[in-house]
């Protein structure tokens, strides 16, 4: 397999599987991928939203708002660019 | 060590609700999601109770669930979202009472994933088409169809994506029958993730986006996209087409907002309790919502996350909407899911506690409640409404409770004890949250509600009720037999003595039956009255000397024993006579009981008669004209039978209207069995044994449930009943009962009246299927743990609410504020919840329960922003002949980022019989103490990261040793000897042992893997099993010979070793590993049955209860392990998540078979169940044994 059907498979994979790294892959693209994976598996998990829920005392759907609004910048803005 | 998992009580938290006519009737149903386990329930509107009808376990996660009905159609599906990475479709089969799988298409990968879809479903108002979509990118659309035989068909994917978008919210827009159109409430995040400064972010804005599904192109095209405020959450879609103006509602923050392509938005602002206690900077969710369409408008019921529900009216001419109407409608707890049927009735399914079947009573249209229109909230388009409104919440007005069923979420802590001495032990268990927690005292046995008590003149011996005519619907008498008399009583609207009945008062009765058409029948000692219904009596005396011992009887055939073991059979010929039949048989013994078979509808007679003697052993009897009272099979017994039962239960194997025939044996030392009677040969096959209690067993025919049951009496009464395709046998909790007969009024269709000593009774039995009958005690706050002082047997619960004014603070602010607090304008907290308060407030309270009488008699109110968060009971050596009671709290804590201004233990001592408490001291910590122990005649604590022994002090604790190896925070600990098991919050469980020489506490050895722990039991000496955050349990054990050696080593040099990978110096071992599927909260070694083996309890977050039995034998291991594996290919999971995958979700599985699966070999057809059967080598019969025998080991 020649590297210009690997990079365009890669590319492929990348682009069908939202968060799969490349050599560049920053320490901030990491952690964003990172956490808003993790909040999609607490709301698709429901038995651990609700013990968020109960923890913070708060509705599930409150929980649920809380952290569908952190997946938008779970780890702040980017870091400037180092061209 | 190799386990078998069985579910006792499945979670009962809801998580999805949706309505509609599953049945294809017009009744109207509801299906409910349990996450992994979905429920069919029926509510009955003219009772207003909702039934169970069937529960089937998916093995999977279910997220979403929607419904839709094909055009034209009168039927209703059932589409899941789950993790399993596809799309089911399925249909409920009312006939064989089973969910079927109609379509399964695969779209992605297993789990809840951000980009795989099953978070959200929209169905196509008219059933054309459903949306499954993701929390982000993805979007799925299916065209429903059906074929020219008019199946259902499904089409192949059309694909809504757009990436780099977050979804909040799908729902199916009403467009009558133009192209479906789906609405999304997106956020586009790549312009913020590529802006350093943060002013992408800030021009973000929440989109409502509409996508069309063109069916002419067979594509998903974005139809129109609207920003919305950046603080919506969900999305209700308003009827459309005939029925309304089309459109959705979009539910922000502290507003509502009406949106439709080219068409005005209107905004109205959600009102807000009225509350001087108010947090003005809060905004307020809609949390669900739901649209009632009636025959000429509709209306919508949305709930905020307070609870309060508002009713929503919408004014519209044509298309066009004039106004929106917002007004406060009733109070409820806050719901995962609200329905509203067309009989009017409303069923909320509570995030936490028990859900609720309310009743309309009124719609809220002319009450003084203030409404609020849009019209007067006119702002500029897509401007931030800033205007608050009020309204003041009141007692329910509209709404009336109806029915309740049970829900335990969430189970915060349980315990299993035997603190009021009774045959088998309670489980104590932590439930609820806020004001309406409770603590719940369960017990096994069928919950029985008591309808009536009345007292007898004397002892009686038995009680029978009876029909006067074949064509009754209802009980007409209540016979009671004494040693020396008889007396008939009359149902009616009072019970009453009759006396010109024709019965023969001055003897006891052994039988009394309805005969015929008209007639009665009553057998005694000396002979048989037969009572015709003109009151001729027709007498057959006994032959001279003998008695009438036992006598069975069906509506057309006698037979009764004559002392020495003669019987002799009767039939009931064509104009009504009792005709003797020439045979009599002589058996080998005295016989002590008789059954003959039930009369089926339409039968004149039946073929078997069982007859039980002393010499052990049960014979099976021919009644056939030609073979009269011919033996045909014999059983021999361990005891003298002392009762015997047939009856006909529909079979296991749902197939048409077959039966199966069983004879239930109960013997004098306690036993019940039940064996199958073949029909035609008459050869008793497939015994099933269970011992009872210490006295011998009596069985009565009952109905229950629908279907023929038996009540077995022993030292407590027993029943046995089909429910769901299973034969259940449970315990009642009723105290022992002599005699029982069914007994069926207007009131009660399946009543049982029995006696118990000098009294008659009447009950009835209402929840089938629910193995634990709880008795609650009301609670302040949220409970978090418990423990029992085990020599006064009081419980002391820490209770703890974040968010919430205590009442000091409360009383404090409100003077503040100027308001006095006065008693009668407090809300009740029970339904409309504590006062709010801010983040980093707590509310908490230590309290003393007396578990026997359920009274509460101490509570004490930690003052100072306290949190208690563990609890402990132990004695210290320098005062040992005292209780005390160590409380570990943390003051102003707040969760994110995690910070306080101390920690505290505080030491309570035990007074006034324990219960009571007096403060002896409060020592500052410097982190929060998680878990505390009693260790020695010293305190083991955990905090923070420290582990830390204290003795106790005049004026505080005194630090002796600690360790400071545990990487986070110590959550739970355990004691034997000098070892010490922690778990860690995130680094799994640490063995440590404690040195006294040195005084110093080692970790020798750690978990191989992080763990996120929760709770733990030490189950031996090397053994510990544990539960974790994601639903997982797991079991360790330090090999044997390093346990010795550490045990051996004094000096403890091998015990610290070299640090092994960041850890400690040796690893333990993982001996089973299982995911439950919900978070485990308490563990326990414990025995559920009197001297039965001992297992694994636990109880998990959203209101479960489990076990896993240790296996005994290599052979069982096999056979389950092959049995799990064959069912994992016959009926794989509804929701289509793979089984071994879904128990294997982080880890796989190791040591564990899944006891709920092996269950479901009882739901496979008739085929399946003898091909599984034929690889195993068994019998079907032998399978099913083995299966149910495992159940009953457990419990």
Redesign the interface.
Same mark, same amino acid.
Not at chain 1, 77 to 81: A, C, I, K, Y
Not at chain 2, 192 to 198: C, E, H, S, V, Y
């Given at each position: 397999m020649d590297r210009s059907n690997l990079n365009s498979q890669l590319e492929h994979l990348q682009?069908k599987?939202?968060?799969t790294g490349h050599p560049d892959t920053s320490k901030y693209e990491w952690g964003?991928n990172q956490a *808003?994976?993790s909040?999609?598996?607490y709301?698709?998990?429901?038995?651990?939203i609700?013990?968020f829920?109960?923890? &913070?005392? &708060?509705?599930?759907? *409150?929980i649920k708002?809380n952290i569908?609004e952190k997946?938008?910048?779970p780890c702040g803005?980017?870091? &400037? *660019?180092r061209d | 060590m190799f386990l078998y998992n069985l579910t006792l009580q499945a979670p009962n @938290?809801i998580?999805q609700a949706i309505l509609g006519n599953f049945s294809g009737t017009r009744q109207q149903e509801l299906i409910v999601s349990h #996450?992994s386990r979905i429920e069919l329930l029926r509510p009955d509107t003219t009772t207003g109770k909702v039934h169970s009808i069937l529960s089937h376990d998916v093995f999977g #996660?279910v997220?979403s669930l929607a419904s839709f009905r094909l055009t034209g159609a009168s039927k209703d599906y059932i589409v899941i979202g789950s993790?399993s990475g596809r799309i089911v479709i399925l249909e409920y089969n009312p006939a064989k009472n089973v969910f079927e799988k109609v379509h399964q298409e695969t779209f992605g990968k297993s789990?809840?994933?951000?980009?795989v879809p099953?978070?959200y479903l929209a169905t196509d108002p008219k059933g054309r088409a459903v949306m499954i979509g993701?929390?982000?990118?993805q979007k799925l659309v299916y065209i429903l169809n059906r074929d020219i035989a008019a199946r259902l068909t499904i089409g192949s994917p059309l694909e809504a994506h757009k990436?780099h978008t977050?979804v909040?919210y799908c729902t199916g827009v009403d467009v009558g029958f133009e192209n479906p159109i789906f609405a999304c409430l997106e #956020?586009d995040?790549s312009e @913020?993730?590529?802006? +350093?400064?943060?002013e992408a972010?800030r021009e973000?804005e929440k989109m409502l986006t509409y996508y069309e599904l063109d069916l002419g192109l067979n594509h998903v095209v974005r139809k129109w996209s609207e920003a919305v405020d950046r603080k919506a959450?969900?999305l209700v879609a308003v009827p459309g087409g005939t029925d309304g103006p089309s459109g959705v509602l979009v539910c922000s923050e502290n507003y509502i907002t009406y949106k439709h392509i080219a068409s005005a938005t209107l905004s109205v602002p959600i009102p807000r309790r009225e509350s001087p206690l108010e947090n003005k900077d809060r905004g307020l969710?809609i #949390?669900?919502g739901v649209v009632h369409k009636m025959k000429n408008s509709f209306f919508l019921l949305l709930q905020s996350?307070e609870g309060d529900l508002y009713k929503v009216t919408i004014d519209y001419t044509g298309d066009t909407v004039n106004e929106i109407k917002i007004k406060y409608f009733d109070t409820v707890s806050?719901a995962?899911g609200l329905c509203i049927l067309k009989s009017g009735f409303l069923f909320v399914a509570s995030?936490?506690g028990n859900h609720h079947f309310y009743q309309f009573e009124k719609l809220g249209d002319d009450d003084d409640t203030p409404e609020y229109s849009s019209n007067d909230f006119m702002g500029a388009d897509g401007e931030h409404l800033n205007i608050r409104v009020y309204f003041k919440p009141r007692p329910l007005e509209n709404l009336l409770l109806v029915d309740e069923l049970a829900s335990m @979420? +969430?189970l915060?802590d349980a315990k299993v004890l035997n603190l009021t001495d009774e045959d088998t032990p309670q489980i104590y268990a932590l439930c609820g949250?806020?004001a309406r927690s409770t603590m719940r005292i369960l017990r096994h046995g069928l919950e029985v509600t008591e309808m009536a008590v009345s007292p007898l003149p004397a002892n009686p011996t038995a009680v029978w009720t009876t029909r006067l005519t074949a064509d009754d619907l209802y009980d007409q008498y209540i016979v009671v037999s004494f040693s020396n008399a008889t007396l008939v009583l009359s149902i009616g609207e009072t019970v009453e003595e009759v006396t010109d009945t024709g019965f023969l008062a001055t003897t006891p009765t052994i039988t009394v039956q309805q005969l015929g058409q008209d007639a009665l029948l009553q057998v005694y000692p000396q002979g048989i009255r037969h009572i015709r219904a003109n009151k001729q009596v027709t007498e057959w005396r006994a032959p001279g000397g003998r008695q009438i011992v036992r006598a069975a009887t069906n509506r057309q055939q006698v037979v009764i024993a004559l002392t020495g073991g003669e019987l002799v059979y009767f039939e009931v010929d064509d104009v009504g006579n009792l005709s003797e039949s020439h045979v009599r048989r002589e058996m080998s013994g005295n016989v002590t009981c008789l059954s003959i078979q039930p009369l089926p509808k339409g039968r004149r007679r039946v073929r078997f008669l069982a007859v039980g003697c002393d010499d052990n052993t049960v014979r099976i009897l021919s009644l056939d004209a030609s073979s009269c009272l011919e033996p045909l099979s014999l059983q021999a017994l361990s005891a003298i039978p002392e009762s015997l039962v047939m009856i006909d239960m529909p079979d296991q194997i749902s197939e048409g209207s077959l039966t199966t025939l069983y004879l239930n044996i109960g013997l004098q030392n306690g036993v019940l069995l039940r064996t199958v009677l073949d029909q035609t040969t008459g050869q008793l096959s497939d015994t099933r044994t269970r011992f009872l209690g210490a006295r011998a067993v009596r069985l009565f025919e009952l109905n229950m449930a629908g279907n023929p049951s038996v009540l077995a009496l022993s030292s407590r009464p027993w029943l046995s009943y089909q429910l769901q395709s299973r034969i259940h046998l449970n315990p009642l909790s009723y105290e022992a009962l002599e005699y029982a007969a069914s007994f069926t009024s207007k009131q009660c269709l399946e009543g049982v009246v029995a006696i118990a000593g000098k009294e008659l009774k009447i009950f009835t039995i209402e929840k089938f299927g629910q193995v634990f009958n709880e008795t609650a005690i009301q609670l302040t706050y949220?409970p978090r743990r418990f423990v029992v002082n085990p020599v006064h047997k009081t419980i002391a619960v820490i209770e703890t609410?974040?968010?919430?004014y205590s009442t000091l603070e409360k009383k404090k602010r409100l003077e503040e504020l100027g308001f006095a607090m006065r008693e009668e304008e407090e809300l009740d907290p029970v339904v409309f919840g504590h006062a709010r308060s801010l +983040?980093g407030k707590w509310a908490s309270l230590i309290r003393i329960l007396n578990p026997a009488t359920g009274e509460t008699t101490f509570t004490l109110e930690l003052e100072q922003n306290e949190a208690a968060l563990s609890v402990a009971v132990l004695n210290f050596a320098v005062e040992a002949n005292e209780l005390f009671l160590a409380v570990g709290t943390a003051a102003d804590l707040t969760?994110q980022p995690k910070s306080l201004s101390s920690g505290f233990i505080h030491i309570y001592k035990f007074v006034n019989e324990g219960k009571g408490l007096e403060l002896v001291h409060k020592t500052p910590v410097e982190e929060v103490p998680q878990a505390l122990l009693h260790f020695q005649g010293r305190l083991l604590a955990g905090v923070g990261k420290i582990l830390r022994v204290y003795d106790l002090g005049k004026r505080k604790l005194l630090r002796k040793t600690e360790n400071r190896m545990i990487p986070n925070a110590i959550v739970t600990l355990h004691n034997q000897g000098g070892r010490i098991i922690i778990g860690d919050v995130q680094e799994s469980l640490h063995y440590a042992s404690y040195i006294p020489a040195d005084n110093k506490i080692v970790t020798f050895a750690d978990d191989k893997s992080p763990r996120w722990v929760t709770c733990s039991a030490m189950i031996d000496y090397d053994t510990v099993a544990a539960g974790d955050?994601?639903?997982n349990f797991f079991v360790n054990r330090l090999p044997q010979k390093l346990s010795q050696e550490i045990d051996e080593d004094e000096a403890g040099s091998k015990s610290v070793g070299k640090g092994y990978l960041h850890g400690a110096a040796h690893k333990v071992d993982m001996l089973a590993h299982y995911h439950v599927?919900?978070?485990l909260t308490s563990l326990a070694k414990t025995s559920f049955v009197a001297g039965g083996r001992e297992m694994i309890l636990y109880t998990?977050?959203?209101g479960g209860i489990g076990i896993f039995i240790p296996f005994q034998t290599k052979e069982d291991i096999d056979f389950f392990q092959t049995l799990e594996m064959h069912m994992r290919n016959e009926m794989p999971p509804l929701a289509g998540r793979d089984h071994l995958s879904y128990r294997g979700y982080h880890v796989p599985v190791k040591g564990t078979v899944d006891g709920d699966i092996c269950e479901q070999y009882n739901l496979l057809s008739g085929d399946k169940k003898r091909m599984i059967a034929e690889e195993l080598d068994r019998t079907p019969a032998e399978i099913q044994k083995k299966i149910e025998d495992m159940r009953i080991r457990a419990i």
């Open positions: 682009s599987y939202v968060g964003v *808003r994976d909040y999609a598996s709301v698709g998990h429901y038995p651990m609700s013990y829920a109960v923890a &913070e005392n &708060e509705s599930i759907a *409150r708002f569908t997946m938008l910048q803005p980017p870091p &400037e *660019r | @938290a998580n #996450v #996660v997220r993790d789990g809840c994933r951000r980009i099953g978070q993701s929390m982000e990118k990436s977050i909040h #956020v995040y @913020a993730d590529q802006d +350093p400064k943060g972010l973000t959450n969900m969710l #949390v669900s996350e806050v995962s995030e936490f @979420a +969430p915060t949250r806020g949220t609410d974040h968010q919430t +983040p969760l955050k994601f639903g599927g919900d978070i998990s977050f959203l």
